[in-house]
């Protein structure tokens, strides 16, 4: 059952526009939720992060967002850069599991 | 920054055949690592967790005597693939919980091939 969900597996835009990346989560208990960059052939890397105990988190040109109501969290990614081409997952964890549920990950493509 | 070494980067060997995969954290302790498997275009799973000088907590439908997880070190995790077969085939990546609340780090995976 996939409590971590990324219903747009791609996603194109424009050099210079923003890159909003949505993910949905089903389970209540998680906590903690992060964005990973990955490029093919490796492993993910670290993006950004949010605790539930806010709805907005910024680090240069991410921004995270978290409507914990709904159950969904957003990446915003401004603006984009041609390097920000690769997949993009959203992951989750809750305060007392050290386990990471991942989203499939969306595929962005920025075009020059 | 913490850095998760992962080898080898590619294997390919034949069916019937063990391969085995090490995850190395290089200027930390990790107390607990993480094995995980994609297959293309599909989302990280989490095969199961291993935590140094326990036995590894696989995950369900895991087959635990086929996937070999040893944690004998605070900085060495390995992963052996025992017999393998052609639908084994798949990249492989451990993540090494960083000890800072909520860390983790990746390694770079393994594209494993059984032919």
């Known amino acids: 059952d996939q409590q971590v969900k990324q219903n747009s597996p791609s996603l194109s835009v424009q050099e210079g526009r923003i890159s909003i990346l ?25 993006l950004i992060s949010i605790s539930s105990i806010k709805d907005k988190n910024e680090d240069g040109r991410f921004t995270v967002f978290l409507n914990k109501s709904a159950k969904h969290l957003s990446l915003h990614i401004v603006p984009s850069q041609p ?27 920025v075009r020059a | 920054g913490a850095v998760v070494s992962q080898h080898p980067s ?6 019937g055949t063990s391969v085995k995969i090490e995850c190395r954290s290089l200027d930390f302790q990790a107390t607990t690592m993480f094995w995980y498997r994609q297959f293309p275009k599909q989302s990280l799973m989490l095969m199961a967790t291993s935590n140094e000088g326990s036995k590894a907590t696989y995950e369900q439908g895991v087959e635990k005597d086929k996937f070999l997880i040893n944690h004998a070190s605070l900085t060495l ?6 017999s393998a077969h052609p639908e084994d085939s798949s990249f492989y990546i451990c993540s090494a919980n960083t000890g800072v609340f909520y860390g983790y780090t990746f390694g770079s995976g393994t594209r494993l091939t059984v032919v």
Do not use: H, Q
């Open chain 2, 77 to 82: 995790s390995t992963l052996t693939v025992t």
């Open chain 2, 10 to 15: 590619w294997v390919i060997c034949k069916s």
């Open chain 1, 22 to 46: 949505n993910c949905d989560y089903t389970n209540s208990m998680f906590d903690y939720f992060l964005w990973y960059k990955k490029y093919p052939a490796e492993g993910p890397t670290f």
């Open chain 1, 83 to 109: 390097g920000d081409s690769a997949v993009y997952f959203c992951a989750a964890r809750g305060s007392n599991d050290y386990k990471l549920s991942f989203g499939a990950g969306t595929t962005v493509t």
